[in-house]
Each structure stands twice: as C-alpha cells, then as structure tokens.
Nanobody, 114 residues
Framework: QVQLVESGGGLVQPGGSLKLSCAGS????????MQWRRQAPGKEREVVAS????????NYVPSVKGRFTISRDNAENTVYLEMKSLKSEDTAVYYC???????WGQGTQVTVSS
C-alpha cells in the first residue's frame, strides 16, 4: 500500500523544538518533490517547506525561515521537518505531501502552548 506515515507531533512550550518525520511506504520519496504543509484552525492549508527531488532545492514560507529545517534521508526513505523556536502561531495540523501524485500523510498535531 502506497502511503506517507507521519510522526513526531505533540505539545511543546513556546521556544521549544519538535522534529516531524514522514516515512514513505511503497513510495520512493527521493524521486519526488516533497512538501510539509500545515493547517491552523480557521485558516487555509499552507506550504511550510519543500524539497525537490534531484537537486534538493529547498524553500520555506517566510514565517518559518531560520527556525524550520526540511531534510530528506534517502536510505530511510523519510522526510523530516525540524522545528525550533516554536511560537503559538505555529500551532496547526502538519501534513506531509507529495504534489505528484497528490499523496498526503494522515497529519500530525503540533500545539505550541504554555
């Protein structure tokens, strides 16, 4: 079964860190553009970070630049999102997404609160 399986979400205090993982099952992550998206309550889903397949070009939404790092481990067939200096506005459900072939993970909740 082709799927993306996320893990690593949770509750963290402002200024804290979390690392999300997205493991491909039956899906070779290294061959595709991969994104992390998030959806906060009452807001549209937005792309937070992306990493291309061959060249590894990386992009971030301005609000997370310098705080979040996207990476890919081809041997583990996993994409990561390391999040530091977390803020309350980072609270959202985070999704791993492969735009082609429009494959989504199940989502993992990140809550930043004291």
């Amino acid at each position: 079964q082709v799927q993306l399986v996320e893990s690593g979400g949770g509750l963290v205090q402002p200024g804290g860190s979390l690392k999300l993982s997205c493991a491909g099952s039956g899906f070779p992550i290294n061959k595709y553009l991969m994104q992390w998206r998030r959806q906060a309550p009452g807001k549209e889903r937005e792309v937070v970070a992306s990493i291309s397949s061959a060249s590894g070009v990386i992009n971030y939404v301005p609000s997370v630049k310098g705080r979040f790092t996207i990476s890919r481990d081809n041997a583990e067939n996993t994409v990561y999102l390391e999040m530091k200096s977390l803020k309350s506005e980072d609270t959202a459900v985070y999704y791993c997404h492969a735009p082609t072939p429009n494959l989504w993970g199940q989502g993992t909740q990140v809550t930043v609160s004291s």
